[in-house]
């Protein structure tokens, strides 16, 4: 509570507000009470989606390709998401821009699986403002992101036919959500909040008892046999994603590996409890990996999202709070800023 922006209280009617903050924490804390800690028959605790399989977004089918040359250039673009390495990876064939990840690696299945990264509401919601750079964001803008940040390397010109190929795909999977919507399973799951800060330690004995078989101990992976891509990728290190990237964020993390990981795990088949999610982001996200300068991102500090791991913030919560947790007060916090 000391925590609290003052200069925001001074400002406002004490009673209102505190009155807003207190409904705020209750509902926040019965919504999350809804879907907490049921436990399934894996006997695997923690969160859970309600919307029944048939309800999530798929994929377009093939036979809904248009032909000749369109169509042709939306399967390159699927083979660009599936296999990035081996065209812009360090061996690779078109050029050499990427760290070895492939897109597919956190955009599964092409980026078609339910609540594995999908880009199934990517068509309908861009172009559109995002507060990390302060700016209307094309698709374009938003693929470059992920090549420099997930990727640690830099963007081919949008005019290359395999960037066009890339947002052609993408644009070709969201065409049946309509315009502004998101579609259910799009994007990454939130895995409920522990009351708690997220613990590293306990992070290590997950990490070593459920991902180092592929992983390995020291979170480089494996390479595949022609060295060109990853059988298994790098969790950290200078071959993984760089600080400035979405699953450097503990909840993106959290809620991709909740739904996806150890591999084979689903949304409604997880493998793991939330408890286990979040330590094993903290743990992951606490070894060393490339650096990125930051000192653009988030022009206007009050629309970072509340485990955004740098300061400056617009609240009086600690850097290590922000990092991690616990993040139901910094969330509630903004929510009563509304
Ligand atoms: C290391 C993991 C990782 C890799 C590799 C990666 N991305 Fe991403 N990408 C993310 C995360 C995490 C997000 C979402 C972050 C969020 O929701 O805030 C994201 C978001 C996106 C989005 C926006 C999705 C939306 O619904 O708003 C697009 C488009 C995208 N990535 C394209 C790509 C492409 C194309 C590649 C390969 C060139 C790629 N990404 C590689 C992790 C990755
Ligand atoms: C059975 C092997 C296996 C296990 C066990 C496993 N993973 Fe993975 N993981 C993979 C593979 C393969 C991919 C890439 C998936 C793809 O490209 O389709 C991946 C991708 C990832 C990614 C995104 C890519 C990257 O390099 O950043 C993260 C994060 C991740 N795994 C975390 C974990 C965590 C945490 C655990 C333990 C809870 C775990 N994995 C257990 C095989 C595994």
């Not at 315009?179 to 070593?208: C, H, Q, T, W």
Request: aromatic letters at 12%; one cysteine or more; proline letters at 7%.
């Amino acid at each position: 509570m000391e925590a609290r922006n003052t200069k925001f209280f001074n400002k406002n009617d004490h009673k209102l507000v505190g009155g807003l903050f207190i409904l705020v924490v209750l509902f926040l804390g019965w919504d999350l009470a809804a879907n907490q800690w049921f436990s399934d028959s894996n006997g695997v605790a923690g969160t859970k989606d309600s919307i029944p399989q048939e309800k999530l977004w798929s994929a377009p089918s093939d036979s809904e390709l248009p032909k000749g040359e369109e169509g042709e250039l939306i399967k390159y673009g699927r083979e660009l998401v599936a296999h990035t390495a081996e065209y812009f990876g360090p061996n690779g064939s078109v050029a050499r821009y990427t760290n070895g990840l492939n897109c597919q690696n956190c955009h599964l299945n092409a980026g078609t699986q339910p609540w594995g990264n999908n880009y199934g509401s990517v068509a309908s919601t861009y172009p559109k403002f995002r507060g990390r750079s302060g700016t209307i964001e094309t698709i374009y803008k938003r693929v470059s992101d992920c090549f420099e940040r997930s990727l640690n390397g830099k963007a081919p010109d949008s005019a290359s036919r395999e960037m066009q190929a890339m947002m052609k795909y993408i644009a070709w999977l969201g065409k049946n959500v309509p315009k502004k919507e998101k579609a259910p399973g799009s994007g990454i799951m939130k895995v409920a909040f522990l009351n708690r800060p997220i613990d590293p330690i306990k992070g290590k004995l997950v990490y070593d008892a459920k991902c180092a078989v592929c992983h390995q101990s020291d979170g480089q992976g494996v390479l595949n046999d022609k060295g060109n891509a990853y059988t298994y990728p790098p969790l950290w290190g200078k071959l993984s994603y760089n600080e400035g990237a979405g699953l450097f964020r503990m909840s993106n993390f959290a809620g991709y590996v909740k739904a996806n990981m150890p591999l084979g795990a689903t949304h409604n088949n997880p493998q793991l409890s939330d408890e286990e999610a979040w330590d094993v982001a903290a743990f992951v996200n606490t070894q060393e990996r490339p650096k990125l300068d930051l000192s653009k991102d988030w022009p206007d500090i009050s629309k970072k999202p509340f485990d955004h791991p740098f300061g400056p913030y617009a609240d009086n919560f600690p850097e290590k709070q922000h990092k991690f947790g616990p993040y139901a007060e910094i969330k509630a916090y903004y929510e009563a800023m509304k």
